[in-house]
């Protein structure tokens, strides 16, 4: 299933690298309860401006590339437990302060907690809020195989 994780950030600064950092954990365990990890490596848009006759309009989306693919550290074998495909999350981001959705599939066999959240690459700072999510436990039994993005339970 597919989750959508509101992101907030200030202006960010052009001079600067980010990544996201996606995790994984038992309900309510916060940190100390970390199951799974990952960094995903950021690049920063400029802002787009629409002029019209009486408004100015700043873009504050943008578009998921269509052709870079992510490699999934998650365990997603037959067996596993839960899995995160990132390949959904975008990997161009407009610097532009402001409300964004991030989306990020999961699959999981119980309930768990999940977290998005935007970081300087160098200084690990947070820029972002913690955006979260509640996991629902699968109806399905296993997770096979992952093929460009896409899931299959059986």
Known sequence: ?????????????????????????????????????????????????TRGPTTTRRATTTALPVT???????????????????????????????????????WSKTALDAFVELHETNSLALVSNYAYSAITASTTSAYTTYRRGEGRLR
């Open 1 to 49: 299933m597919v989750y959508n994780f509101t992101a907030e950030w200030s202006a960010l600064p052009s001079t600067t690298t980010y990544n996201w950092f996606v995790w994984l954990t038992n309900p309510g365990a916060g940190w100390s309860g970390v199951l799974w990890s990952q960094n995903v490596a950021v690049t920063l848009t400029n802002p787009t401006t």
């Open 68 to 106: 870079t693919t992510v490699a999934i550290a998650s365990p997603c074998g037959a067996t596993a437990a839960y899995c995160v495909d990132v390949s959904t999350i975008p990997l161009s981001i407009s610097r532009v302060a402001g409300t964004y959705s991030v989306a990020v599939k999961v």
